[in-house]
């Protein structure tokens, strides 16, 4: 199925085929997990290269029900580039697509020479990237499942956070919490960014100790089935005092409008809007520096983008401003941050369905004071 | 010192400057270690561009004893490309060189329709990687504690591998000890494969209950100072049988003679024939499908490749076959793979010295038994 629109697109791009670089792309296609590969998606066929090291995972694969149909498996020679040449020179001279921002230029060069006239190679834009968006049944069943496991682990992780441990005994505890609740890996390295470290937006956990009066941001996530899942919650170690319960509440209230503001036919920049001036009405607009979300998936950072709408500039067009659709999946995680005093960020995942939105992680919001 | 190297090479490339995009190598020159940026470096100066997110960070190490000196730092407006536009038409319509092994062609294509005449843009191979592949007296230190602390690991980890554990648990436990050790991350994704999974050189943990009579392989590292570390061991759970302690020992002697081939002027090919006829006198060649080692750095694998000689083809000139050279650290990592039985595999960490060769890593090579 995700073949089928895959190839209609390569049809409509003028192509006989693509060049599938990209490993999550390669994954969405095939469901081939490794950390190397190529395939070449044609009209009837599907030719997946992989190196000697994937050869008995491959074909284990290919007899699951996992497998893609029509999937030739073709063992890396010498190396994977010359193993694709080879295969491409028995093809029939074919116009076949890369994948733009995937290929570096010095591989997009070698293979060009390297081809010659057996083959015409051109770049493409985000054609598996595109099918990516919208979620079939099967990934959202993953992206489901992944959620609610994610929020079991919070309750444990946040309950973990106590003065005297470090950031970075805390986060070595939330990785172990992921991967013995049975996901394959941590989508992402763990945050914990404690008291004035959690200005930072992406601070690394590091050897400060947490201690009493701290707010402190857990940033988290795992892959399940190989879709990635992401939850935030920021805790207090003691009574908050009356600054930290505040801006608290204020990034809770902007989570709260974006979430609202979820549903079919609305468009990211107004999801992004809205919890931008629900900081701004707590004078916190200036403290909101990054995007209100990020599309899940297979990567933990995909479209849509939900951030503010971009205006034209001299050199581009201003790019589109993703229309929301049912099946669609990413976070809603405001935050706040003030140098030289801390940061709160509030972070869940939302399905958009037709009606409008299921918030897919499950984990109480109210400011937990350990 | 490193930007001094790296200007040197610039201006035999005939260029003013580098755009820096491959975060290791920003990491390499600026000590910078975030998930975004882009360096420009130019004669006097270097331009870091980095986004909200990093600009405390940034800021303290520009502070420190660590920052790189003359750099300015530049805060995103927009979008990174957008900025580094911005800025490169402030400078007089350079030659830059840009990376063209990371640089993808959609990036390269909108930079340079962006800048117009503003600047040229050509692309360049490895001018940083180069000056990587030896190591300076810090990177060394580095290095040398990140292998202890790691052998350290290893030795609690080793007794960890016992029946009735799932891999995935004994992989979060392995991964617990690295973070707990003080590492900032793993260095990669943590191998435990048991049984015939070991059949898969790079098994994924799964589902597989350990149990007696198996060879358990166990592969995983850290980051330490910003530099990678990697070790293997195989542990049998009970007494192993006559097959197991053949092929054990086989191994351990490809090990041995791989170690041994060791030392300045020496080609990296030499080391991997040592390896790989070690294993053939046991008619385990075959066996053995991967390349005999890889480099150590900021990056888990970079050059040397401790591989097979590669010869000349008909589309390509043979690679050069890297000198050995004192200051190279890489790991010495034979195994072999045999299918419905399981595999062997031992890797220590070792650097060139003067005379010859320091193993880094510290773990007795003995067949464990559990």
Redesign the interface.
């Known amino acids: 199925m995700r073949q089928q629109k895959l190839r209609a697109a390569i049809r409509a791009a003028d192509l006989d085929g693509l060049i599938v670089t990209h490993l999550p792309n390669l994954f969405y296609l095939t469901n081939f ?3 190397a590969g190529v395939a070449v998606v044609m009209p009837e066929r599907v030719f997946l290269i992989v190196d ?3 050869n ?2 491959v074909r284990s694969l290919a007899a699951s029900d996992y497998g893609s149909p029509d999937t030739e498996i073709i063992l890396v020679d ?1 190396s994977y580039d ?1 193993t694709l ?1 080879a295969h491409v020179r028995t093809l029939q001279a074919p116009r076949l697509g ?1 994948e ?10 070698h293979l060009r020479k ?1 081809l010659g006239a057996a083959a015409t190679l051109t ?1 493409t ?1 985000g054609l598996v990237e595109k099918l990516r968006i919208v979620k079939d049944p099967h990934e959202i069943e993953m992206l489901r499942r992944g959620a609610l496991l994610l929020s079991a682990v919070a309750l444990d992780v946040l309950h973990d956070a106590k003065p005297g441990l470090s950031e ?2 805390l ?3 939330v ?2 919490r992921i ?2 609740a ?1 996901f ?2 941590c989508s992402f ?1 763990t945050i914990v960014a404690s008291g004035t470290n959690a ?6 956990a590091g050897e400060r100790l947490l201690r009493a009066g701290d707010l402190v941001v857990l940033d988290f996530g795992g892959v399940y089935g190989g879709y990635c899942v992401d939850l935030t919650r920021t805790v207090a170690l003691g009574q908050p005092d009356a600054e930290q319960q505040r801006v608290y509440d204020a990034v809770l209230e902007a989570q709260d409008a974006a979430i609202a503001a979820v549903k079919p036919g609305a468009r990211a920049g107004d999801i992004d809007r809205a919890a931008r001036e629900a900081l701004g009405g707590h004078k916190l607009a200036e403290a909101f ?2 995007s209100t979300g990020h599309g899940l998936g297979v990567e933990i950072h995909e479209s849509p983008r939900i951030g503010p709408r ?1 205006e034209a ?1 001299a ?2 067009p201003a790019p589109p401003d993703d229309a929301i659709e049912p099946g669609m999946v990413f976070t809603i995680e405001p935050g706040a941050y003030v ?1 030289d005093w801390g940061g709160v960020r509030i972070e869940d995942d939302v399905l958009v369905t037709p009606d409008g939105v299921e918030v897919l992680t499950n984990v109480p919001r109210a400011l937990l004071i350990n």
């Open positions: 997990l490794g950390t000697f090291r994937y008995a995972a010498r010359e040449v890369v733009g921002s995937n290929l570096s230029i010095s591989r997009f060069d390297s770049p834009e970075q005994e986060a070595a505890k990785d172990w991967k013995s049975g394959e890996r390295e200005a930072h937006p992406h601070a690394h520096g990054h971009r500039t050199d581009a140098p």
